[in-house]
């Protein structure tokens, strides 16, 4: 079965610092790994997605992630954190199933970025 | 650019109650997908629609039900509420034909349970 697993309930970081948000996943396949944000009372966004190619995959807001087969995993990273950045962030995994197959969640990782 | 719309935005419902929350899909999108996020949870897949048929099916509870129809907006029915299905519902809508395998997701309808 697929999954993924974010082991960290909370991440710190002080503005202007760099941030890592960890996510190891665990597939049958190929893996199709997301991540998403949600701010308080909104809806999840799309941040950035690895299906194939290159390793270092790049998104929005100036996040990018790396996917790493040998250690299963696709940390989210960012060089300078932000403010703003402060949500909750989730890895997701296409799971089988139906056209495109639905998307298997971890936990969340609460980010908070202090001034 | 359009985006999914989820309505009501809001609901409060007792025990016992029916619900029924609705998505409109990105326009040109065929796959519609239902989710539920309890309080401090990750989102749970329900269940599927691709071009109108029932695709995939999660862990939707019998008391639910969901349909598309021919316009691609979905309904998700939700007969003799309990307390425990008090949460943010999410639809979020992708194409096939895009093949970016990537799920667009509406603001969410937050249902109460009293």
């Known amino acids: 079965a697929q999954s993924v697993a974010q082991p960290e309930d909370q991440v710190n970081v002080a503005e202007g610092n760099p941030l890592t948000v960890k996510c190891t996943y665990s597939?049958?396949?190929?893996?199709?790994l997301f991540w998403y944000v949600q701010y308080p009372n909104r809806g999840l966004q799309f941040l950035l997605k690895?299906?194939?190619?290159?390793?270092l995959v790049k998104g929005s807001y100036g996040f990018e992630a790396e996917f790493n087969k040998s250690q299963t995993s696709f940390h989210l990273k960012k060089p300078s954190a932000l403010v703003s950045d402060s949500a909750l962030y989730f890895c997701?995994?296409?799971?089988?199933?139906?056209?495109?197959?639905?998307?298997?969640f971890g936990k969340g990782t609460k980010l908070s970025v202090k001034p | 650019a359009a985006g999914v719309i989820q309505s009501p935005r809001h609901l409060i419902k007792e025990k016992r109650e029916t619900a029924t929350l609705k998505c409109y899909p990105i326009?040109?999108?065929?796959?519609v997908y239902w989710y539920q996020q309890g309080p401090g949870q990750d989102p749970q897949f329900l269940i599927s629609?691709?071009?109108?048929?029932?695709?995939d099916k999660g862990s939707i509870p019998d008391r639910f039900s969901a349909q598309q129809f021919s316009d691609y907006h979905s309904e998700l029915n939700m007969s003799s509420l309990e307390l425990g299905d008090s949460a943010l519902y999410f639809c979020?809508?992708?194409?096939?034909?895009?093949?970016?395998?990537?799920?667009?997701f509406g603001p969410g309808t937050r249902l109460t349970v009293t």
């Open positions: 629609f691709y071009e109108k048929m029932q695709s």
């Open positions: 690895y299906i194939t190619g290159d390793n």
């Open positions: 597939v049958s396949g190929n893996p199709y």
């Open positions: 979020a809508s992708s194409s096939t034909w895009a093949a970016d395998y990537e799920q667009y």
């Open positions: 997701a995994v296409r799971g089988y199933g139906g056209s495109q197959g639905n998307l298997i």
């Open positions: 326009p040109r999108h065929d796959t």
